[in-house]
């Protein structure tokens, strides 16, 4: 009997009947339990043309069928008693778990997918995540559009506070507690950061905690100009606005884009003539690319998935198409990568044919332009374990492709805990002489708290007047 390795040959070698139409090939599930989300999955019409998984939750390898089996990285299975219990909400707050793959009477294992989660939020938002996880492993991979092993090395051992505890201490932290983000700049050289010498010293503009404050900087070619982010402590409308560095200090903000919409993150690319400019809107179909004029005009060029929510939208090029990579907001808020690309910046665009190409909560979703050193890409992705903007960490993009994609981990980017911003470091981008970067601290806020305190109590009005 031939033993058949790949979900794609088992398909492609699948009966083929008149018509056209191929037999599933049947394959046994393990490591998970039944639920809501797991039982409509295995029924999704997109899953069972292609692979007919028998739930046997318990089932071990070596078995009698093909097994697969949803594990951490330590091999075991991931519905064993306490396994999830270990890992919620206790540092460093992430997990990594793999569909594995284990021919008829076999032990030995085969990585169809990898991914690393976040751990912290509530105990039933985390096996929900945990579910879809798995059964988006499943059907990519009976698909053949399985990830296969990971580029960064497994999440360390969960350690720490009892997760109860943990999150409850985080529960008083957000109430109590705000994120006060600034910009700074770092000359050090692009070698001595890509060579994991870190950023050095750091200049930091507008550190003193006040009502809204700047993140997100990308760079204007041609105008010694930064686009940013400024958001209020409270709405949490955020606009588009320009400053400049005068003589250690910025420059007051010039608004670029405040339309009434939350926008951050202005993503910038020059291209021969032209600068475009992609801002971070997250309302379904509002990712819109522009072409950014010296007098600060957004011209609309086309409009980017009408159908996702996409955050941190990062445009670049590379071997002759133009590429965006961005978060997938239906899929999860900061662990997932994906990609689009085009022929021309006008479009058509067209989702990469792995879809997302890397979920990982420490590095996936962008944190900055991507940087070309000596024909060499470098991704930087956010680091959102502990917390949101937690770290940088910087990838070598191995393979970029239409169908295919691979990077490794190069280093990570971590806040000086000794300085102004201790608590995070969340965009890193170039001007062609220095490097732009913001970093954030939790400070305590007694008016937000209240603001904070009265708008839950709104909702719970609102709640029991609509009862």
């Not at 046994?28 to 007919?52: F, H, K, N, Q, R």
């Not at 929510?309 to 239906?330: E, I, K, Q, S, V």
């Not at 971590?414 to 911003?421: A, E, L, N, Q």
Request: net charge neutral; proline share 7%.
């Amino acid at each position: 009997m031939k033993t058949v390795t790949s979900p794609a040959a088992l398909w492609a070698g699948a009966t083929v009947w008149p018509g056209g139409h191929r037999s599933p090939f049947v394959v046994v599930l393990a490591g998970i339990e039944g639920s809501e989300i797991v039982d409509a999955a295995l029924s999704d019409p997109a899953l069972t043309e292609a692979a007919m998984p028998r739930l046997e939750p318990g089932c071990a390898p070596p078995c009698d069928a093909l097994l697969w089996r949803f594990e951490t990285a330590s091999g075991a299975a991931v519905n064993d008693p306490g396994v999830l219990g270990r890992h919620w909400h206790r540092a460093p707050y992430a997990v990594t778990l793999r569909l594995v793959q284990y021919q008829p009477g076999s032990a030995v294992a085969e990585i169809l997918d990898e991914g690393t989660l976040g751990t912290r939020g509530s105990r039933a938002a985390f096996n929900s995540a945990i579910d879809r996880l798995a059964m988006r492993f499943v059907r990519d991979a009976a698909l053949g559009r399985g990830r296969g092993p990971a580029g960064s090395p497994p999440a360390a051992p969960a350690h720490g506070l009892p997760g109860w505890l943990d999150a409850m201490r985080g529960k008083w932290r957000d109430r109590l507690m705000a994120e006060w983000w600034s910009i700074g700049t770092s000359t050090v050289a692009m070698d001595h950061v890509l060579g994991g010498g870190g950023l050095g010293d750091v200049t930091w503009y507008r550190a003193k905690a006040g009502h809204r404050y700047l993140a997100d900087p990308f760079p204007w070619p041609g105008t010694g100009r930064i686009l940013c982010e400024e958001m209020p402590l409270t709405n949490g409308v955020g606009r588009i606005v320009a400053v400049a560095e005068q003589q250690g200090s910025l420059t007051p903000p010039r608004v670029v884009l405040d339309d009434g919409y939350h926008h951050s993150y202005p993503c910038t690319l020059s291209d021969g003539d032209n600068v475009y400019c992609v801002p971070e809107s997250t309302e379904r179909g509002a990712t819109v690319i522009h072409r950014l004029g010296d007098d600060g005009r957004l011209t609309v060029l086309c409009q980017v998935a009408p159908h996702a929510r996409l955050a941190d939208p990062t445009l670049f090029r590379w071997n002759g198409r133009y590429w965006l990579g961005c978060t997938d907001l239906d899929l999860g808020g900061h662990d997932n990568l994906c990609l689009l690309h085009a022929p021309a910046i006008t479009g058509p665009w067209t989702p990469h044919a792995k879809w997302p190409v890397k979920i990982d909560v420490r590095g996936a979703r962008p944190a900055g332009m991507v940087f070309e050193v000596a024909g060499r890409l470098f991704r930087p992705g956010q680091d959102c374990a502990a917390t949101y903007g937690a770290a940088v960490a910087i990838h070598e993009l191995l393979t970029l492709s239409e169908t295919e994609f691979h990077e490794s981990l190069v280093t990570v980017l971590r806040p000086d805990r000794s300085g102004p911003f201790p608590h995070g470091l969340h965009t890193l981008v170039h001007d062609g002489d220095r490097f732009w970067l913001d970093g954030k601290r939790f400070v305590l806020d007694l008016g937000l708290f209240r603001h904070k305190l009265l708008t839950r109590a709104s909702r719970v009005v609102s709640s029991v007047g609509m009862d």
